[in-house]
């Protein structure tokens, strides 16, 4: 297995080629995005264990999210129960993933404190925000440093549960490759995130308003439908990124992974 160097024009194609692998089975793919996010906020619910407990579950999810869009790509039959197909595949490995993502990102919110004394971190374990403390330099400060920090979590997290899943990598190396391959490409995920914002956010938003004016109705049903196309678009893209940067593993399952670029691939 090998992480590639990819060029930035690729992170341009990530949703477009996401939103190609939803059309091909939008009953399972719009299935896996809301079957991934409802569990997870059923999860979360119960007080005090509900939170680190999704937290732990996340990545055992995550991975069958990408198995489900991995059948959808190679043209295999897959049920809904692929979503819990991660619980069969090195699920201590991806529970320790998201144990250390969980303690990382409590980790940057202390930090936080540092800011505006704990007002981010009250509200992110569920406190209601003080309008005047969300306008106050500090807190704007504190939600700057915990983007900040987070983004090497993020990184370290990106494609940790897919090395763990698919080529049976223990955590920390896992999360070791995804951080430096996340690194490495930089350029087309920035590419990604600019896309993200206009095609995710802004243009969507834009219609939406504009249609509102002309045909409230219409607006009130695109504000429906929309994200029953977009949020399984999305995810169908993290999976194309991860099927760039490392492939899909074949019968061989390799010890390590190696992170090279393109051209050392071509010499």
């Not at 060029?7 to 939103?19: A, D, N, V």
């Not at 007080?47 to 407990?53: K, N, R, T």
């Not at 250390?100 to 990102?105: E, N, Q």
């Not at 194309?240 to 691939?265: K, M, Q, T």
Request: some cysteine.
């Amino acid at each position: 297995m090998q992480a590639r160097q990819l060029p930035m024009h690729r992170g341009w194609s990530w949703l477009t080629e996401g939103l190609q692998l939803w059309r091909r089975n939008p009953a399972l793919m719009t299935f896996l995005a809301f079957g991934y996010l409802l569990t997870l906020v059923v999860i979360s619910i119960f007080p005090l264990i509900g939170q680190p407990i999704a937290s732990l579950l996340m990545p055992v999810l995550s991975l069958g999210v990408l198995n489900g869009c991995r059948s959808i790509d190679e043209g295999r039959k897959a049920g809904p129960d692929i979503l819990f197909s991660g619980f069969r595949a090195n699920i201590a490995a991806l529970v320790t993933i998201g144990g250390i993502y969980l303690i990382a990102s409590l980790l940057v919110l202390v930090l936080t404190m540092a800011a505006d004394g704990g007002t981010l971190l009250k509200v992110m374990g569920g406190g209601k925000l003080d309008p005047e403390a969300a306008q106050a330099p500090g807190f704007t400060l504190a939600l700057l440093l915990a983007v900040v920090l987070s983004t090497p979590v993020m990184m370290a997290y990106w494609f940790a549960p897919l090395l763990a899943g698919w080529w049976k990598l223990p955590a920390p190396k896992a999360m070791f490759f995804s951080f430096f391959a996340c690194l490495r490409n930089w350029r087309p995920f920035l590419a990604y995130a600019i896309a993200l914002m206009l095609f995710g956010a802004i243009l969507p938003g834009v219609v939406i308003g504009v249609v509102g004016l002309v045909v409230p109705l219409l607006a009130t049903v695109l504000t429906f439908l929309v994200p029953l196309v977009l949020v399984p678009t999305i995810f169908a893209s993290f999976y194309i990124n991860a099927r760039d940067v490392f492939g899909i593993p074949g019968a061989v399952v390799h010890s390590a992974p190696l992170i090279v670029d393109d051209n050392d691939a071509h010499d």
